[in-house]
C-alpha cells in the first residue's frame, strides 16, 4: 500500500490544491493531507479551521485524511509510514521552488520520493494569496476555491480582514 503526503499550508484550500488531491487519491492508495503549522508564520486562517474546511472538501473520498503537523515534512512522513511526497505545480515558475524542495527531502531521506503533479490550465494561475487578495477587496472568490471554503471565506470576511 503506497501511502502519500500532501504538505501545505493550504491558507486557504484552493480548486488548484484540490485538483491536485483528486488526482492524488486516484494514483495513490492513500493521501494524507498534512497541514503544516509554522510557529514563526502567522496563518490567515487557523490551523484548526484550515483542517477543518479540507476535512469538508474531501469527505467523499475514502482514501483521503487530514492531519497537521510542525517540523520536516520528510519526518512526518516517515512517521506515519509514508514512501511519497504529494507536490503541485502550477506553471514553470513552480518548477524551481518544487525542484529545490524535493532535491532538498532526498537529501534528507532519499527513500522517500517526491512526485509533482501538473494542475489543469484553469487552475493554474489560482494561488492562495490571489484568493486571499480577491476577498480584500469584495471579489468573487467562488471559482477559485472549493463550495464549504468560499462560504466560510465570505461569511467570515470582515473577522478574517481585521
Known amino acids: 500500500m503506497t501511502t502519500a503526503i500532501y504538505a501545505g499550508s493550504f491558507d486557504p484550500f484552493t480548486n488548484g490544491h484540490l485538483d491536485i488531491l483528486k488526482s492524488g487519491a486516484e494514483i495513490f492508495d492513500k493521501v494524507i493531507v498534512a ?3 509554522n510557529i514563526q508564520k502567522q496563518g490567515f486562517l487557523p490551523l484548526d479551521v484550515r483542517k477543518n474546511l479540507i476535512q469538508e472538501c474531501v469527505k467523499d473520498f475514502s482514501n483521503v ?6 517540523g520536516l515534512t520528510v519526518e512526518y512522513a516517515k512517521k506515519r509510514g509514508a514512501s511519497v511526497l504529494l507536490r503541485g505545480m502550477r506553471n514553470s515558475l513552480d518548477f524551481e521552488y518544487e525542484l529545490q524542495l524535493a532535491q532538498t527531502n532526498s537529501a534528507l531521506d532519499n527513500s522517500i520520493k517526491t512526485i ?13 494569496s490571489a484568493v486571499r ?11 477559485f476555491v472549493p463550495r464549504e471554503v468560499a462560504k466560510y471565506l465570505i ?3 470582515d473577522i478574517l480582514l481585521k
Open 133 to 143: 487578495e480577491i476577498l480584500k477587496y469584495s471579489g468573487d472568490i467562488t471559482k
Open 35 to 37: 497541514v503544516s503549522y
Open 116 to 128: 509533482s503533479l501538473i494542475t489543469k490550465p484553469e487552475f493554474s494561475f489560482i494561488s492562495s
Open 65 to 70: 485524511e487530514v492531519d497537521s503537523y510542525e
Open 155 to 157: 461569511n467570515n470576511r
